[in-house]
């Protein structure tokens, strides 16, 4: 498949345990402030520049987006929606089906297990890859899909994952 687009489904970095505020107040930990500092750079170096982010509106997944980006030229403004925060994988494609035809690179920072679910729906293969993405992603962990053909065509093994990236810690 030679891919025409690029999807990047990250999960959130590690965040800190429940509090008062809620689940979706819930802050990154100081181990995911490192997590993705150390994962923006490997995903800017293995994709390229970003066309768009979309980004859950939980805390941790914007703080998520911020520090991966780090005001890098790779990464787009995001685009934070609320309708990330309890996603399903197909209401991520929906969301992916919906972009212009002009984007061709995008990152969605979301959780889990919407993230691996999106990307095992993707993925055209029934392989080792297949069977890592069946049982989740850890956090701070990129799943990069390769895509060809239309956004609005976007289905059901409409892809290939290319890659799982973690960050080095």
Do not use: K, N
Request: some cysteine; aromatic content about 2%; hydrophobic content about 45%.
């Amino acid at each position: 498949m030679s891919p025409d687009r690029t999807v990047v489904l990250v999960r959130h970095a590690t965040a800190e345990a429940g509090g008062a505020l809620g689940d979706r107040a819930r802050p990154l930990a100081q181990r995911g402030r490192r997590q993705a500092r150390d994962l923006g750079p490997r995903l800017s170096g293995h994709v390229g520049a970003f066309d768009v982010a979309l980004v859950s509106s939980a805390l941790r997944a914007t703080e998520t987006y911020r520090l991966l980006a780090a005001d890098g030229p790779d990464y787009p403004e995001p685009r934070v929606l609320d309708e990330l925060y309890e996603a399903r994988a197909r209401q991520v494609l929906g969301a992916l089906r919906a972009l212009p035809e002009t984007v061709r690179r995008v990152i969605v920072v979301g959780h889990e297990p919407t993230m691996s679910s999106a990307a095992a729906l993707l993925h055209d293969a029934r392989d080792d890859l297949a069977l890592q993405l069946g049982v989740g992603i850890p956090t701070a962990t990129a799943c990069v899909v390769d895509v060809a053909g239309a956004w609005q065509d976007l289905d059901r093994d409409g892809g290939r994952v290319r890659a799982i990236l973690r960050p080095e810690d």
